[in-house]
């Protein structure tokens, strides 16, 4: 019959002991890997988990600060439009106001010494007081 105990018998009894004390050592210490195989792999899932969750904060936080410099480039250029539509209107002004002194030289029939007035936007180099330095720094970027 083929059971799992095994029937001892008179002439082989340390035999028979031996070899089930050996089994149920095994029997231990496989159960007792599988237990440390078993909190390896539950270690292992929570610090999945936990990098997970901080990697989902950092992508929250590019997130958040993608935006704040799409909406401060979105402002700037706004600003810039307004400063090209405002320096279309003082060229048209300057160039009026040239040939009004031009017309009025003109009519007079002589030059005064008073020359033309110039156009400093287009020779920057040339503006009173470019001796000023722009500093922009980053939280002009993040309002």
Known sequence: MA????HVSSGSDGGDLL?????RKR????????????????KQIEDLA???GR?????????QK????EDAYTEMEAANNVVRAQTMELKDRLRFLNSVVKNAEDANGRSNDMSLFSDPL????FMPHSNYALIASNDMLMH
């Open 19 to 23: 070899l089930d004390e050996k089994k």
């Open 3 to 6: 059971s799992g105990h095994r």
């Open 27 to 42: 029997m231990l210490s496989n159960r007792e890997s599988a237990r440390r195989s078993r909190m390896r792999k539950q």
């Open 50 to 52: 936990e990098e997970a």
């Open 122 to 125: 287009l020779k920057p180099w």
């Open 66 to 69: 993608i935006k704040a410099t």
């Open 55 to 63: 990697l989902q904060s950092e992508n929250d936080f590019l997130k």
